[in-house]
């Protein structure tokens, strides 16, 4: 991982960071090109792109768009799910290297055989997968909307919920459904220090604790909210509180602090770091010169096998049409 952030600004750009953005936005009105930022992305990506939302804002975006090149900052799955969803677009990642290691606790081989031991199950998948698990879903669904898309079924129906076990677990919880969990996990949320989170609810005894449900169970049950990170953003702003422990990648912080700049937010600390925060290295990858050089010579354009691509899009196109019902915009 410390190779991955190594390398992470070796491009040898002559420009200086206004000199960038101006050249990006040249670039971008230049191509008919639009840049959709996840909330984790650092702060001066989220300030010049054209759209930045959570994981469902994203695909719904990626749907819907009219622009000819769409530059994902975020990371593999978030750019396949646009391809899925846009395939006569170029849909480019600006570094390959982007990846998710809640994805990558879930391959293919180990999932068919995972689906042959569950067989009469509704299969529902995190978006947070390859295009390849996508292909092998019902209905995918995203922290936003996994409450909504479960409830959705009919209560008799068996389902086999993948690849968060964090998630999966707070939603059989909450459902009390018949509910089979895949063991995956994501490395940001799943190592954050309830000790230090404590000791930090003791300093400031007033904060409220807000974690995203892909966080153990042993944080979301001490937790005063549970959300995703587009919720996480909608609770400070609502709820009278002035301080707030955040329990999610740091990069939420800085919308949190544009809508409400009076409020105090304390990134959650892992247990594995001397950092006081807690950063997705695969998200922090993504830089303003690699989305200049992504732009300038197409790199890193996304393709899919079309087979795949075709029987992908079906369980995204479900959760999108489930998630219109439910009114999420
Ligand atoms: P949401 O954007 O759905 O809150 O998911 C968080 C996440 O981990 C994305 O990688
Ligand atoms: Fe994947 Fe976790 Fe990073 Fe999100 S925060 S991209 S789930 S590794």
New binding site residues.
């Given amino acids: 991982m410390n190779k991955l952030l190594k390398e992470k600004s070796n491009l040898n750009i002559n420009l200086n960071k206004t000199e960038l953005i101006v050249e990006i936005k040249k670039l971008c009105k230049q191509r008919n090109a639009i840049i959709l930022a996840?909330?984790?992305q650092e702060a001066d990506i989220q300030d010049i792109a054209d759209f930045v939302g959570?994981?469902?804002q994203l695909s719904q975006q990626a749907a819907k768009t009219q622009a000819d090149i769409i530059v994902f900052a975020g990371?593999n799955f978030m750019a396949e799910t646009a391809k899925i969803l846009s395939p006569s677009k170029t849909v480019l990642l600006p570094d390959l290297k982007a990846g998710?290691s809640?994805s990558d606790s879930c391959n293919e081989v180990d999932f068919k055989e995972f689906l042959k031991l569950y067989p009469n199950h509704t299969v529902i998948s995190y978006?947070?997968t390859t295009a390849k698990i996508k292909a092998l879903t019902d209905i995918i669904c995203?922290?936003?909307n996994a409450l909504g898309i479960v409830n959705s079924l009919p209560i008799s129906e068996k389902i086999l919920f993948a690849p968060d076990r964090n998630l999966g677990s707070y939603i059989k919880s909450i459902t009390g459904r018949d509910m089979i969990i895949w063991d995956g996990a994501?490395h940001?949320?799943d190592r954050f220090s309830l000790e230090k989170i404590v000791k930090l609810k003791s300093e400031f005894d007033d904060a409220k604790i807000i974690a995203?449900p892909?966080c153990d169970k042993t944080i979301l049950v001490i937790s005063d909210f549970i959300g995703?990170?587009?919720a996480l953003l909608g609770y400070v702003q609502s709820n009278a509180s002035t301080s707030f422990i955040v329990c999610?990648?740091s990069g939420i912080l800085h919308q949190m602090k544009l809508a409400m700049p009076h409020k105090t937010f304390i990134p959650a600390p892992p247990n594995d770091s001397t950092c006081a925060c807690n950063d997705?290295q695969f998200?922090k990858l993504i830089t303003l010169e690699k989305i200049y050089m992504s732009l300038k010579y197409n790199k890193f354009e996304i393709n899919l096998d079309e087979d795949i691509r075709a029987k992908a899009e079906i369980p995204i196109r479900r959760m999108l049409a489930i998630s219109e019902k439910l009114g999420f915009k």
């Fill in positions: 996840h909330y984790y959570d994981s469902l990371v998710c809640l978006v947070n995203t922290s936003s994501c940001v949320h995203h892909e995703s990170t587009s999610t990648e997705c998200m």
